[in-house]
């Protein structure tokens, strides 16, 4: 398995703050992606990985929250319900966690690895996964829903960040 995993981009790689594109189709390469991140999602004991944490800019996730892995290729949330908080990490942001509010419920619009939109709907952790994830392919990360004052003393923030 080990020699499948592709290498996680640390923050602050710069490639982690872009706004990935589109999948106009998902062919043969987009497959080989999808199989390599949720290998790598394994390997690195995460619930979720998205694209461009492995370094490549395409609206692609992979979450498995506990209920199976999804594979989603342009993931557009369509309806939110409900709130909860709690803490969340980041392969790319290691040793740091973050209380995060979520919605409780989601849908999601999306493509499968075989080119079908679906719609289906998420809750509990699953649906904060993919929420974290959709964040990923737009540039955002758990340390920018930090409250300003973490974010302008991050050794003092920390403190009560880790559990
Ligand atoms: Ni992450």
Not at 45 to 58: M, R, S, W
Not at 99 to 128: H, P, W
Not at 134 to 144: C, F, P, S, T
Request: aromatic residues 6%.
């Amino acid at each position: 398995m080990k020699e499948a995993s592709l290498e996680i981009k640390i923050y602050p790689d710069p490639v982690l703050r872009k706004k990935s594109q589109d999948v106009q189709q998902v062919a043969d390469e987009e497959k080989r992606l999808i199989d390599y991140m949720a290998e790598t999602m394994y390997a690195n004991q995460g619930v979720g990985l998205a694209a461009p944490q492995v370094g490549v800019t395409k609206r692609i996730i992979v979450v498995d929250a506990g209920d199976g892995l999804l594979k989603m290729v342009n993931p557009r949330i369509i309806t939110k319900k409900g709130a909860s908080l709690l803490e969340e990490g980041c392969l790319s942001i290691p040793e740091k966690q973050v209380e995060i509010q979520r919605a409780e419920e989601i849908s999601v619009l999306y493509r499968d690895e075989k080119n079908s939109r679906t719609i289906k709907s998420f809750k509990g952790l699953t649906a904060r996964a993919i929420q974290h994830e959709i964040d990923h392919l737009n540039g955002k990360l758990i340390i920018d829903y930090l409250p300003w004052f973490k974010r302008i003393f991050p050794k003092k923030g920390e403190v009560k960040c880790l559990q």
